[in-house]
Each structure stands twice: as structure tokens, then as C-alpha cells.
């Protein structure tokens, strides 16, 4: 896994680092210094002997010392041993300069042995203080650290060691005083290691050889845990080898001195430090084993490279030793961390031991090889690297043979990151080790890789038994490596129920095990229910349940999105996708809330996408050079603009507005109908980074003036042919009239913005120095005001074009498709869905200002070939009546929103245009959309629902939406009654100066809507009310509604035609007051009804509150005017 454990590691691991730093870069220098000494004093043609000899010497304390070491380690402080060992190490140190002095050969050797018996007491406490160090999914980071820091005080004494006998002048004491400091330091850094606790209670056997035969039986119980120690020892001895052959390969194939040889080796060394640090970031929190046969075969590689290149090349040997410590790196720190993970707790010092000593087996066995191959059979350096070679090649032979799930996983996790661009976040919700349930949506054919080149863990994956038999035989075998468990939802009872006991196995196992819950690819985008198999699979344990969510790969190739999903990682290269883990769940959690909290992981996917995220006028331009000549926008007045010219004219627009305006004016009111005009309105006023606000034409002049009054806008950019349309209007003076804008432009400022408009980068277009923010606020829309004042709405550029892709995600645009635009751009449907998603799609807009002209937008519709319509249930209906069936032959959606859909009226639009209306759920607030029916799909043979009579359909990607208790606010279950909370990158960033109101709306992410509602099991969710549509009567809540329905279909009155509203009341605190729209309806009869009328009292309003009027207002959107009729009931 290409990610790391964020936590950083403690401060007493680094002082036990630098300890061990210190001790690893005194044996290289003295060791080194004291072969120097010797050839020096014996001449250089017993070169071969020295160095086999110093080589026993050294590794000789290790074979008898270590295996009691591991005893003391396990039962005393390690920390107090590591301070003892390290003053024995400053004693050590002065005998060997005392040697040095003296020129005793003898002496050198004794040093040398004290020296490795002091090593052979420090590593068991070296390794074995890690797991008493860090957390258990630290160790391969913490391994890869200390090997680095290992092999940088190998590179330090190597590189010193021949600098410090060339400055002393063969003075060879004068050089290992410094190796006295170095000791002092080292001594001083030992005392910073917290303390670490003795296990006295543990018996001390001083039969070294009995201990290592104990515990090397009991490793024998362990096959994984034998064949790591095994491992390690081979990789000793090839590491001892190296160093030792290394010498003699310098000087008999390069020509170089053993000074200079000693330098070739710190490239092996250099290369060992970048490999191990490298393993540790590969392997994250966790032990990355694949990497081990790529470390082995590259190791095999770089020596047989070495055996075979031709003479005195340096350049290329120098190559092959740092790849060759490189893949030494890769090899080692996996395995050292599972040696130390696997071991028990009280048997670490002695399973540490065991491994030293095999280790140090396979050092001697270097020394024997490296004397075998020279002074006995006269074989060259270079032939004791090829057969080192064949060595390391049946070692890597055989750990693909041991590990080949581990290694082809790792080959498809390095496929992976290098083909998509690829994201994790919350892998410390992941189980460092032990049983967890995974459970995840399922969106193309690569989610199963997804997952598991996102993290280092072993998966057992639940995989669809249709979907593994249509794969050719190779890909099985490979499939079969992972250990898959299949499993089909058309299976007989008991073939399902043996899938499930072999998923519980494997969580029993101690694997964690991914199931992707919905049972099948989703086939449009939204998330399909979860099945409750899982629920199965964890009863009776307290295993966690972790949810996952796989972002972005619904529109790559491998989804439904682009017709039949296939595997084609060359049309996804560097596609974005992201897997987000959630915090665990009980094991008792039900389908219903797990989706749920997967559901609230795909907010933080979205969220991702923030970072990278463009603004609005930087993804126009980027939509523009798409399709520069393809028509964007048409509208009734007979003027069409391609999207190379829209962008032309609103360059030039927005350059007209700089010259008449003063730049400190942030916002720029916009007073125009729907159609091309308002759009390069809009256009313009983006390019310019200023902020639009649509004002409502329809609204009274008292909202007109409170909206210009809270964004403080003092230039209204309009039409004198639109207001002579208007009633009068508090405006203001500044008016900026479009058709004198856009009158008398020149021809070089035509040509200046078509060269912008063509070649200029994005970023050059859009107005100030610093790029546009994903916060920053793009448009200011005010609500509706059904039932207050309008509020200014601030939407971001993050939230509309995070509305914009996840309403796109769904809808799925075709090139050739047409969206028919008639509601007005002050509307947040029609400024977000209208406006902008069209032209970022690359889609053709035709747009009409009157929404209730029927015929008119039919012929609009007709010449267009319009495919999209989005509209309210209030224009539906005007539709049905005035426009033609053909006219609307290419419609293949209709969404209706704002209002409820009524179903006499879908029922009548679909009977004549042969498209179903659906009903989609948005807010202001919400940027607007937040959840949409969609037509039911058969693809591939499986039907996925997208609508329910009675629904409002289901959230869309990248947003959650949860029912709330109105007053607790506790999460309630499916069915149940409550508020409705939506949380999305979608949820605007506040209210216009209104800082308490946002807060009281806004609670951690979550967007209050007010609406009262439930959803069911499977997603679906209604509304059944508003809060502030609620009276308390009687000591009860009645829904508004509720009693609108029920007294509907008494009077048999459409919901256009009867309304309930509630005003304060002196007696009761507060009565129901009913508007409606028949004028044969009277007092008495009305009594006479409701008296047989079998719903509550209190849900029958008083027939003195019942009032007639010839139709119910409305506002400019379609929506009932609430607070209108709140004021004539109070009259």
C-alpha cells in the first residue's frame, strides 16, 4: 500500500535509533580500520586470509552469545541492558586503541571479539524493544527507519574509515580515537530510551545452545514465521559475501585499492537505506509482503550483473551495487517486522535471539565461502558473485512459490497507482491485524482491486460467481490466488449459506473480509440497497464492521456509466479515484445503517475533489474549447450562439462592465428573463469574479429592494426592453442596459477576445492575480420566500459544480441532447441546472422567459429537439394542455421539483408525451439538488428501480441525507418520522449576513432542512411535511399536509385548489385556516362535510375559517405564496 501511517513515530525510538547509529558506525570504521592495520603490517598478498579471518572472529561471539543474549533481553530491562552494553562498548573501544598502539595482531582479534560479543548482546535488545517502542502497525515504518539509520552508519564508517587512515598518515590508533567519541555519544544517547519494563518472573538459562534449540522448535510450529528466519539468515550470508568479496572484486577486476573498493560497497549501502526506507513506505501501517520476491529477484539480477560485466567497468558496477542494496532494502524490512509481530510478547528477546544466530550461521558460512572460493579453489570475485546469484535466485524462486498471492497483489497494487490517481483516506479505521468485516459499494469491475491495492492487508473478497466464470482461465488463476469467496444471489439456500460460513471462516481466520453489499454493479449511478447477507455473516461476534466507499470510478470505462462496464486501463489512465474506510460499526449494526454511514463517505469523497478543485469560469472556458462550434444556447427572441461565440460576446461583455463599474462592487445585480442574454449576463459576471445575484422580477418591490439592500448592489445590469414589461421596481440609478453594452464594439477588441477566448490559458481569463478559491462565493441566490422573507443564499464555486457532477453523474448527458430552459435563473434550479450544467456538459440550451406559455415552449421544444425538460408540477400541467405530443417526441427526462408532483398530473403527462414526470428534492440551500428519481433500467439483465410512487426518489452521489428526531435530533430508523438533515460539498457556505440563523441551520456538516419526512429501507425517501407547516393543537403536532390530503379527497379539490395555513389564535395559541378555490363550497355544506369526515376534530378547521378565492397565489417559481395567504387569513 502506497501510504503511511500518519502517526509519527515516538521520541524514545529515535533516541534508540541514534543510539544503535553510533554502535553500527564504530564496528564498520574499527573492523575496517583494523583490516587496513593488517595488511598493512602483514603485506597485501594475505589479503584473502585476513579478510576470512576477521570475518570468524567477528561472527563467532554472535554464534555463542546470542542465543543466551535472547534470554537476557527477555528477562531484564531492555533499555538498562542497551545503557550497560553501551559503557561496555567505550571499554571495548580504548583496548583496541591500546591494541592499534602496540601493533599486536593478537590483541586486534581479542578486540574484534570483545566488539561482536557486545553486538551479540545489543541485538536482541535492538529489535526485540520495538514492539515495546511503537504500535504494532508502526513496525514496518519503524523497521524501515532503523535499517535506514543502520545502513547510514555503514555508509558513515565506510566512507571514514578509509579517509581517517589516509589522514592520519597510517597512523592507525591516532583514527580509532574517533570511535572512543563516537562511543561517548552513543552512551549519552542511550540514557534518553524511556524506560522499558523486566519480566523478573522469567527464568535465565545460561544453556545459550539448549535456548536456541527450544525456540527454534517452537518457531517450527510457525511455517511462516521458520521460512522469515530462514530468509534472513540466507540474506546474511549473501550480505557478508558482499562486503567481504567486494574488496577483491575491486581490486582484481576494477584495479581499484581497497580503499577505494570500501567505496564501491557504500553505494550497496546507500542503496540498502533507500530500500528499506522505501519498504516501509510501501508497507504503511502494516507488513507489505509482496515486495519480498521483487527484492530477491532484483538482488539475483544485480549480481549476475556483476559476475558478467567485462573488465574495468566501473560506471556499471557501481549501478549494479546500488540497485543491488536497493532490492536488499525490499528484501529485509518485511520480514524483520513479521519476525518481531509474530512473536510472542514474552518470547521476543528469544526468537530475536534464534534469528541472530541463524543470521550469524549464514555470516560464517560467508567467511567459509569467500576462503572456499579464493584461497582454496583460486576462483576469481567475480565468480563468487555469480554463484551468490544462483543463491539468491532459488531464494527468490522460492518465496514466489511461498508468497504468490502477496506477490501478485503487490503487482497489481504498483498497476494500479500508476494507472489511476488514486487517494486513500482513513486507513486508521483498519484493523492493524484480526477479523474485520468490509463492506463497500460497488460501482465498476475494479472495485475488488481498488480495495485492495489501497491498503497492505490480506482480503478475502466475496465475488459473484457469474462474474467469475465469464473471466478466461488465466485471469481465474490469478483470481483464485486471492483466495476469493463466490458467491450468487440466485444460489439455493444452502450453496448461499455455505458462501457466508466460509466468509465467517475466514473473519474467524483473523482476515478481513470485503463484501460489496448492493450484490451487483449499480446501473446508474446511484447506490443500490444493501442486501443483509453480511448481517449473517458477523451475528454471534463482536467483529467491526467497516464501511468503505469507492469514489470516482462511476464514469470511468469499467462502470455502467459509458453502456457495458469493461476492464481497459489504458482508456482510465490516471483516472481519479479515491477509497475512503469509515469508523467501525457494531457488529449489530443493520444494511440500513451501514449504507448509511457509506453513504456519508461518499460526502468526503466529493470533498476530495476540493483540493483540485476549479472555478466555474475555468471549467466554462475548458467546456467552450471542447465544443467550440457546436450551439450552446438559443432562445424565442430567434438569437443563437455557439459556445465558441457565448464566450467571445462574454469577454467583451465583461469588459464593458469593467470600464462602467468601479471594481470594489463585489456583487452585480442581474434583472434579466431566461434566455441567451442572461446567460452572458452570468457569464460575464463570473469571468469577472464578481458575484451574480439574479433578483426575482416577480417578487414584491419590498423583496426587490431588501435583496439589493443585503448584497449592497449598486449596478443592476438589465434590458429597456424587459422593463417595460415589469411593473415599477426600486432598482436604483446605476442601470446597465445590455443592449448598449454589447452596441458599437470594435473590431480589434472582437479579435482580442477571440484570441482569449481560443488560446488564452483559463486562469488569464478570469479576473484578479490569485486563483479563484473552491469557498469562494460565486452567486447569491435568495429563497423562495414561501414561508418567510427571502434569505441571500451564498453558494460557492465548490457548491455548484459539486451539484452540477453529481446531478450529471446520474442524468448522464448525451452529446446530442437539448435541455429546454424555462424557469427563471433567480430560481436555484434553473440558475444551477439550467444554466450552468448544460454549458459545462457541452449540451445545447433553449430557453424561454415565461414558463406558462405553453405553446411557445412547445415550439421551442420542437425545433430544438429538446431531450431535457426540467419545470414544476404547476407548468407541467400548462404543458399537457397547450403542447403537442409531437413537439416533445425527443424528451427522455422530465424532473419536476419545488412542489409536490400530483399524481392525476403525471399520470396525464406521461399518457400524452410517453415520458414519466419525476420528481426530484433540492433546496436553495443545497445548491439545489439533493436527491431525483431516475426510470426504472433493465441492463444486462438486471432491473434497478430509480422511482417509487410516493417518493421523491434517492440521494444523489456525493451527498447523505439522515431522518432526525425534531427535537433529540437522534438518527431515526427507516419508516420513521422526522426532520430531514442533508450533508454534501452541496450545502451552501451561510446566509447573507445572517451568522446566527446559519448556525442555527448548520450543525457539523449537516444542513437542517426543515422538511419533515422518512425514508425507507432501500434509500427512497417523501416528504410528508414542513416543521414550520406544523401547529401544536390540543397538546398534538398536526402536519398541515396531513390535513390537506384528508380534506382533498373529501371535497374531491386538487392541491391547487385547497390549502391549509395556520395564524395565531387569543384562545388556542394557534387555529387552521383553509383557502380554496370552489365557489360552490359553503358554510353549511362544508360543516355537513366534515361532520362525516372520519379524521380527528382537531384536524377539522372551524368552517368560519374556510375562505374562497377565484386561485391561490403564487410566487414567481410556481410555489404557493405562504406568506400571502398567512396575511389574508389574519385579516
Given at each position: ?602 460526502v468526503e469523497s466529493f470533498e476530495l475533489v476540493k483540493e483540485r478543485r476549479k472555478s466555474l469560469g475555468h471549467e466554462l472556458v475548458a467546456s467552450v474549447r471542447r465544443n467550440w462550434n457546436k450551439l450552446a444556447s438559443a432562445d424565442t427572441t430567434g438569437r443563437e450562439m455557439k459556445f465558441g461565440e457565448l464566450l467571445i460576446a462574454s469577454l467583451l461583455l465583461r469588459d464593458r462592465l469593467r470600464a462602467q463599474t468601479d471594481p470594489s462592487e463585489r456583487s452585480l445585480g442581474i434583472l434579466l428573463p431566461t434566455g441567451t442574454a442572461a446567460t452572458l449576463a452570468n457569464l460575464a459576471t463570473t469571468l469577472d469574479r464578481r458575484i ?196 416533445l417526441q425527443h424528451l427522455r427526462y422530465t424532473f419536476t421539483g419545488a412542489e409536490k408532483l400530483q399524481p392525476r398530473v403525471a399520470q396525464m403527462f406521461e399518457k400524452r408525451f410517453g415520458v414519466q414526470p419525476l420528481e426530484g428534492y433540492g433546496a436553495t440551500e443545497l445548491s439545489p439538488v439533493c436527491a431525483l428519481s431516475l426510470p426504472n433500467v433493465t441492463v444486462d439483465n438486471l432491473e434497478e428501480t430509480g422511482n417509487r410512487e410516493g417518493r421523491l426518489g434517492r440521494v444523489l452521489p456525493g451527498m447523505a441525507m439522515k431522518i432526525v428526531h425534531p427535537e433529540s435530533k437522534a438518527t431515526l430508523g427507516p419508516g420513521e ?154 385579516r
Amino acid at each position: 500500500m502506497i501510504t503511511n501511517s500518519s502517526q509519527a513515530l515516538p521520541k524514545t525510538f529515535w533516541w534508540h535509533n541514534l543510539t544503535q547509529f553510533g554502535g553500527a558506525m564504530n564496528d564498520n570504521i574499527f573492523k575496517l580500520l583494523m583490516v587496513y592495520a593488517l595488511i598493512a603490517w602483514k603485506g597485501e598478498a594475505s589479503s584473502a586470509g585476513i579478510l576470512a579471518s576477521v570475518g570468524l572472529v567477528f561472527a563467532l561471539p554472535f554464534l555463542l552469545i546470542v542465543p543466551i543474549a535472547g534470554n537476557f533481553a527477555d528477562k531484564f530491562s531492555k533499555r538498562k541492558l542497551i545503557v550497560i552494553l553501551k559503557l561496555v562498548e567505550l571499554v571495548v573501544m580504548g583496548f583496541g586503541i591500546a591494541a592499534l598502539s602496540l601493533q599486536s595482531p593478537a590483541m586486534l582479534y581479542v578486540t574484534m571479539f570483545l566488539m561482536s560479543a557486545q553486538s551479540a548482546f545489543f541485538g536482541p535488545c535492538k529489535y526485540g524493544i520495538l514492539p515495546e517502542q511503537v504500535d504494532s502497525e508502526q513496525l514496518s515504518k519503524a523497521n524501515g527507519s532503523l535499517q535506514l539509520f543502520t545502513f547510514l552508519a555503514i555508509i558513515c564508517g565506510t566512507v571514514l574509515a578509509p579517509e581517517l587512515s589516509l589522514l592520519s598518515e597510517g597512523n592507525f590508533s591516532l583514527a580509532a580515537c574517533v570511535c572512543l567519541v563516537i562511543a561517548g555519544l552513543g552512551f549519552l544517547a542511550s540514557w534518553q530510551i524511556a524506560p522499558t519494563p523486566a519480566h523478573p518472573s522469567r527464568q535465565l538459562s545460561l544453556n545459550g545452545f539448549g535456548s536456541v534449540f527450544r525456540t527454534s522448535l517452537e518457531i517450527r510450529k510457525d511455517g511462516f514465521l521458520t521460512l522469515a528466519v530462514l530468509a534472513l539468515a540466507v540474506f546474511s550470508l549473501a550480505a557478508a559475501f558482499i562486503q567481504l568479496n567486494v574488496l577483491d572484486y575491486g581490486e582484481q577486476h576494477l584495479g581499484l585499492t581497497p580503499e577505494a573498493a570500501t567505496r564501491l560497497f557504500l553505494l550497496t549501502a546507500i542503496g540498502i537505506g533507500v530500500g528499506s526506507t522505501t519498504a516501509g513506505w510501501l508497507s504503511g501501517r502494516g507488513i507489505e509482503f509482496g515486495i519480498v520476491p521483487v527484492g530477491a529477484l532484483l538482488m539475483s539480477l544485480s549480481l549476475a550483473t556483476l559476475g558478467l560485466m567485462a573488465e574495468g567497468n566501473i560506471w556499471l558496477s557501481a549501478i549494479s551495487m546500488a540497485v543491488l542494496g536497493f532490492a536488499a532494502g525490499l528484501f529485509i524490512v518485511p520480514l524483520q517486522a513479521f519476525i518481531q509481530y509474530r512473536s510472542p510478547e514474552d518470547r521476543v528477546g528469544a526468537i530475536q535471539a534464534t534469528n541472530s544466530f541463524m543470521s550469524w550461521l549464514g555470516i560464517l558460512l560467508a567467511s567459509g565461502l569467500i576462503y572456499l572460493n579464493g584461497a582454496v579453489l583460486g576462483g576469481s570475485a567475480q565468480n563468487g558473485f555469480l554463484l551468490l546469484a544462483c543463491l539468491i535466485l532459488g531464494l527468490a524462486v522460492f518465496s514466489l512459490w511461498v508468497l504468490p498471492d502477496f506477490f501478485i497483489k503487490f503487482i497489481v497494487m504498483l498497476i494500479t497507482h500508476a494507472c489511476y490517481r488514486f487517494q486513500v483516506r482513513g486507513l486508521h479505521n483498519l484493523p492493524a491485524n484480526g477479523p474485520g468485516l468490509l463492506v463497500c459499494n460497488h460501482v465498476s469491475l475494479m472495485d475488488a482491486v481498488l480495495v485492495m491495492s489501497s491498503q497492505q492487508r490480506r482480503i478475502r473478497m466475496l465475488m459473484s460467481r457469474e462474474q467469475y466464470e465469464g473471466y478466461g482461465r488465466l485471469t481465474r488463476k490469478v483470481i483464485d490466488l486471492a483466495q476469493v469467496i463466490l458467491i450468487h444471489s440466485q444460489d439455493n439456500p444452502k450453496k448461499l449459506l455455505q458462501s457466508l460460513k466460509t466468509a465467517r471462516q475466514a473473519l474467524d481466520d483473523g482476515y478481513l473480509v470485503c463484501i460489496f453489499a448492493e450484490g451487483s454493479l449499480t446501473r446508474t449511478g446511484m447506490m443500490r440497497p444493501f442486501k443483509q447477507g453480511f448481517e449473517r455473516i458477523v451475528k454471534g461476534t463482536d467483529y467491526p464492521i467497516i464501511p468503505v466507499y469507492i469514489g470516482g470510478a462511476w464514469g470511468s470505462v469499467s462502470s455502467f456509466y459509458q453502456g457495458m462496464p469493461k476492464i481497459r486501463l489504458s482508456e482510465d489512465f490516471r483516472y481519479p479515484v479515491s477509497v475512503h474506510y469509515g469508523e467501525p460499526l457494531p457488529t449489530r449494526s443493520s444494511a440500513f445503517e451501514v449504507q448509511q454511514a457509506v453513504s456519508e463517505l461518499s460526502v468526503e469523497s466529493f470533498e476530495l475533489v476540493k483540493e483540485r478543485r476549479k472555478s466555474l469560469g475555468h471549467e466554462l472556458v475548458a467546456s467552450v474549447r471542447r465544443n467550440w462550434n457546436k450551439l450552446a444556447s438559443a432562445d424565442t427572441t430567434g438569437r443563437e450562439m455557439k459556445f465558441g461565440e457565448l464566450l467571445i460576446a462574454s469577454l467583451l461583455l465583461r469588459d464593458r462592465l469593467r470600464a462602467q463599474t468601479d471594481p470594489s462592487e463585489r456583487s452585480l445585480g442581474i434583472l434579466l428573463p431566461t434566455g441567451t442574454a442572461a446567460t452572458l449576463a452570468n457569464l460575464a459576471t463570473t469571468l469577472d469574479r464578481r458575484i451574480s445575484v439574479n433578483l426575482n422580477y416577480t417578487a414584491p418591490a419590498a423583496s426587490v429592494a431588501s435583496a439589493q439592500a443585503q448584497c449592497e448592489i449598486r449596478t443592476v445590469l438589465t434590458s429597456r426592453k424587459f422593463l417595460e414589461r415589469l411593473s415599477e421596481l426600486p432598482l436604483g440609478d446605476n442601470l446597465l442596459y445590455l443592449e448598449d453594452l454589447l452596441a458599437e464594439l470594435s473590431g480589434p477588441a472582437k479579435l482580442l477576445a477571440f484570441v482569449k477566448a481560443r488560446f488564452w490559458p483559463a486562469r488569464m481569463l478570469i479576473a484578479g492575480i490569485s486563483p479563484v478559491q473552491p469557498d469562494e462565493v460565486a452567486t447569491i441566490l435568495f429563497s423562495s420566500g414561501s414561508t418567510a422573507e427571502p434569505k441571500g443564499v451564498m453558494l460557492s464555486h465548490h457548491n455548484l459544480l459539486s451539484n452540477i457532477e453529481s446531478f450529471r453523474s446520474v442524468v448522464t448527458p448525451k452529446r446530442e441532447d437539448v435541455m429546454l430552459a424555462t424557469l427563471p435563473f433567480f430560481h436555484s434550479f434553473g440558475y444551477t441546472v439550467t444554466l450552468w450544467f448544460p454549458l459545462l456538459s457541452g449540451i445545447t440550451t433553449a430557453c424561454h422567459s415565461n414558463p406558462l406559455e405553453g405553446e411557445t415552449i412547445g415550439q421551442l421544444a420542437e425545433k430544438y429537439r429538446a431531450s431535457i425538460l426540467l419545470t414544476t408540477p404547476s407548468f407541467l400541467l400548462a404543458y399537457v394542455r397547450k403542447i403537442k405530443p409531437e413537439q416533445l417526441q425527443h424528451l427522455r427526462y422530465t424532473f419536476t421539483g419545488a412542489e409536490k408532483l400530483q399524481p392525476r398530473v403525471a399520470q396525464m403527462f406521461e399518457k400524452r408525451f410517453g415520458v414519466q414526470p419525476l420528481e426530484g428534492y433540492g433546496a436553495t440551500e443545497l445548491s439545489p439538488v439533493c436527491a431525483l428519481s431516475l426510470p426504472n433500467v433493465t441492463v444486462d439483465n438486471l432491473e434497478e428501480t430509480g422511482n417509487r410512487e410516493g417518493r421523491l426518489g434517492r440521494v444523489l452521489p456525493g451527498m447523505a441525507m439522515k431522518i432526525v428526531h425534531p427535537e433529540s435530533k437522534a438518527t431515526l430508523g427507516p419508516g420513521e418520522e422526522g426532520l430531514i438533515y442533508v450533508k454534501g460539498p452541496n450545502v451552501m457556505l451561510g446566509y447573507l449576513n445572517k451568522e446566527a440563523l446559519t448556525a442555527s441551520v448548520l450543525q457539523d456538516g449537516w444542513y437542517d432542512t426543515g422538511d419533515i419526512g422518512l425514508m425507507d429501507v432501500d434509500g427512497f425517501f417523501a416528504i410528508t411535511g414542513r416543521l414550520s407547516r406544523f401547529s401544536k393543537l390540543g397538546g398534538e403536532m398536526i402536519s398541515h399536509g396531513a390535513v390537506e390530503e384528508a380534506l382533498q379527497g373529501a371535497f374531491g379539490l386538487s392541491s391547487d385548489a385547497l390549502v391549509v395555513v395556520a395564524i395565531e389564535d387569543a384562545r388556542k395559541g394557534e387555529k387552521l385556516c383553509v383557502f380554496h378555490t370552489e365557489a360552490a363550497l359553503s358554510e353549511d355544506s362544508i360543516r355537513e362535510q366534515l361532520k362525516a369526515l372520519d379524521i380527528p376534530n382537531l384536524w377539522k378547521p372551524n368552517p368560519k375559517d374556510w375562505q374562497y378565492l377565484e386561485a391561490l397565489p403564487l410566487l414567481g417559481t410556481g410555489k404557493l405564496d405562504y406568506r400571502e395567504l398567512k396575511a389574508l387569513a389574519a385579516r
